[in-house]
């Protein structure tokens, strides 16, 4: 169904979302069919290919072109100052035409869309000179719907820097755009230094404006793919605002803008096993289609702690937690004997984690990586097991600019952007904006998993997860029906201040083989009462410890072994 979709050449009104889950075959099923149309119909077919890194696009151009015994594909490379001149990188726009299939990187579509120049990929020219229509854009994984950036003052300089140095003629006079983008610029600038500019709503200085067609031709043509973002950040934040926050008296403004409608340009088909539930789809610009039998997650365990959060801030502001994680960690990897276990955290944490788990890297049970946002990848497939050190949460400014750009902007309504902290943690305070939030959240939750391919794998794959908001469990839930999902409780204090059984486990921990305490000894030295010490003796968590320690009770003595 998903070939004879790909064949129709009627002009689509939305990119439709093939949402099969990893492992279910779809880039393979992608490579086959551009084998098989370039080499059976290479007079009438044409396509625009993207993936997710430049050694993907390679090798899937050698598999067409070997295949094919002719050149049908063509790779577009990125901009290296230190290898490329500007004549070659541009040479290979006009190079493409001539080839039935085109790729590029996820990274080059942003930039080609940002430039708005995506125009230039829909023809290719036949050997007799015909003109045909390449009309089919594929998209093996996301590529990114919604672009977000922070910007500050000094951000807004270097932008105007850039803009002068691009806007200089042959006979160095400026071009008469930058007098027009250096006003509006000049005031947005002065509301992030003001002392009176209030944290929330930024308004939109001027509605209508978009960048000037020859400023963004002449910065595509200077500059590459992160300095574009920061020109349609601006263009964004004067047209349209933003969220208006001071960090060490430092005023920044957050804005998130769309860019899929962009994509419309082609009959797009975008591959992406978590498009079900993948916030940036929240609206009724995608067809999404899933296959009616979902793989068999059965041998998957869920073991979800809901006592703590794990979240940046916790771990950043104690040292303390961070030790206890990292022993928590090590019994994890240690009660998994003859497997791999993947340790995913924040970016800032990775390196103490290396450190402090080397021995089990170095002996083959861990592997560490951070929290990305990454899409699919076979470069995890060894590991047997995960833990999520945290979840990874992008900030307030980011989801309330980018709920409102997603789903906001669509039925013209400006979204609260209040929030409050909960149980679950942070929850904000208009729902829509909220479940934005859960479901981003619980979709990089699944990618992390999927990394794993747990489907093809003949064992049980464990994943230990810290997160206390159910609704956004359920989510994670909804995509492994079949999996089990149980609650897991560390006798490590995490988190927060301890109470009076962590203080009986720090002591069971630091008592000496065959030393024997009375019972009595030891609620006085914890300055505990009598009453407390057996109230907790009768929990599991008690009784948890002992055995884990080696503690055994004689009366009212306790020994360890």
Known sequence: MTFNAWLRDMKMDRPVIIGAPPAFGKSAMLATFLRIMCAQYPDNFGAVVVKERVAEIEALRNQINDYCGAPRAFTIKSFDAEQDNRLDYEEQFHKQKNYNVVLMTTKQLERQAMRDSLSNFTEFIMEDGRSL???????????????????????????????????????????????????LVDELRALLESPETEVGELSAIEPRFTVPVRLVRDFAEAYGHDRMTTLRAVERVINAGGEYNAFQSVGVVTSTHVIHYKYTLFNTYILDGTGATDPDYMSSDFHIVQPDALLDYSNVTFRVCDSYNLSRTALRQS????????????????????????????????????????????????????????????????????????????????????????????????????????????????????????????????????????????????????????????????????????????????????????????????????????????????????????????TEKFKQAMVKYGVIKEKTFYTKE
């Open 133 to 183: 229509r390449r009309s089919l854009l594929l998209i093996d994984e996301k590529p990114s719907l919604v672009l977000s950036h922070t910007l500050s003052a000094r951000n807004l300089n270097d932008f105007m820097s850039d803009v002068l140095e691009v806007s200089r003629d042959r006979k160095g006079k400026l071009k008469s755009y930058y007098n027009r983008v250096r006003q």
């Open 319 to 538: 040292p303390q937690s961070v030790e206890a994680v990292v022993e928590m960690t090590r019994e994890i990897i240690a009660n998994h004997v003859g497997q791999k276990t993947l340790v995913v955290s924040y970016a800032e944490n990775t390196e103490g984690l290396s450190e402090a788990l080397s021995p089990e890297i170095a002996t083959g049970k861990a592997r560490i990586k951070h929290f990305d946002g990454g899409r699919g990848s076979n470069d995890y497939v060894d590991c047997d097991n995960a833990i999520y050190i945290g979840s990874l949460f992008k900030g307030t400014p980011y989801y309330t600019t980018a709920s409102q750009a997603v789903i906001g902007d669509r039925v013209s309504v400006e979204l609260e952007r209040g929030h409050t902290m909960t149980a679950s943690g942070l929850t904000f305070n208009d729902d829509r904006v909220e479940q934005f939030k859960r479901a981003d959240i619980a979709v990089n939750i699944v990618q992390e998993t999927n990394r794993l391919r747990a489907s093809r794998k003949p064992g049980r794959v464990t994943i230990y997860l810290f997160n206390r908001d159910v609704e956004m469990i359920e989510i994670v839930r909804n995509h492994y029906p079949l999996a089990k999902f149980e609650e897991f409780t560390p006798l490590q204090k995490l988190t927060g201040k301890k109470t009076a059984i962590d203080s009986i486990i720090d002591y069971f921990a630091a008592m000496k083989s065959g030393e024997r305490v009375k019972q009595s000894a030891i609620y006085k030295e914890l300055e505990i009462s009598s009453k407390t010490f057996s109230r907790q003796a009768d």
